[in-house]
């Protein structure tokens, strides 16, 4: 069993519309990562974290999406505009270092309408 | 930066056949290496992590072949079942403490 927790495992946005997802990662990571994975499969990174400092992010992250790891609260990954294109598995990874074994939540995935 | 391509994109074997997933990467200086499968609906769950130079590892039903000279990294499904249907999905750490990179993934459907 994942002891990495998302929520919403399942969220349905209009265009246009603000999607919010969070993760709870394991006890004791430091590092949190953000894979998107489209319907072929393939894996996008889009930002980490290790504690609340962001290590890496990529263009479209900065861009369009905010995300957070906040002290003893869920990390979040919200799209502040959702486009069709962003529908897609979100999968929150964490930890103990950047480089090392990534242990993967169940996901959430979005449908953009 | 570092490109890692899977083969084959989809695999259909029977029950107690074979199968081998193929990753090759481009990046000489990655240094760990992983194999993830992926049930429908469900995380991402690890078969292997390996870091030596031409490593075998062998797991549970499974292989593991590392050979960092030709960038080459396999997992081979020695006699296949039915719970192993799944999605495989290799992963190349790359220099620089950069995230992981992943393949695009290997469909597979062992057929009773």
């Known amino acids: 069993n994942s002891k990495v927790i998302q929520t919403p495992r399942y969220l349905v946005k209009g265009q246009g519309q603000k999607a919010k997802m969070r993760c709870i990662p394991e006890?004791?990571?430091?590092?949190v990562f953000w894979y998107q994975q489209n319907k072929n499969n393939e894996f996008k990174f889009l930002i980490n974290?290790?504690?609340?400092?962001?290590?890496?992010q990529i263009d479209m992250t900065e861009k369009r999406f905010s995300a957070e790891c906040p002290s003893n609260s869920p990390c979040s990954l919200e799209i502040q505009s959702s486009e069709a294109g962003d529908s897609a598995l979100y999968l929150c990874?964490?930890?103990?270092?950047?480089?090392?074994?990534?242990?993967f939540g169940e996901g959430s995935k979005l449908t953009v309408l | 930066g570092e490109q890692v391509e899977q083969r084959p994109p989809h695999l259909s074997v029977r029950e107690g056949d074979s199968a081998v997933i193929t990753c090759t990467y481009t990046?000489?200086?990655?240094?760990?290496f992983f194999w993830y499968k992926q049930e429908p609906g469900a995380s991402l769950q690890l078969l292997m992590k390996?870091?030596?130079?031409?490593e075998i590892n062998e797991g549970q039903g499974f292989t593991v072949l590392l050979n960092k000279k030709d960038k080459r990294l396999s997992l081979n499904l020695t006699a296949a079942h039915p719970g192993d249907s799944a999605a495989y999905f290799c992963?190349?750490?790359?220099?620089?403490?950069?995230?992981?990179?992943f393949g695009t993934g290997t469909t597979v459907s062992v057929s009773p």
């Open positions: 990046d000489p200086n990655s240094y760990y």
């Open positions: 390996v870091f030596s130079s031409t």
């Open positions: 992963a190349v750490s790359p220099q620089g403490g950069r995230a992981l990179i």
């Open positions: 974290f290790q504690n609340q400092e962001v290590l890496q």
């Open positions: 990874a964490s930890s103990w270092g950047n480089t090392g074994q990534l242990y």
């Open positions: 006890k004791g990571h430091p590092v």
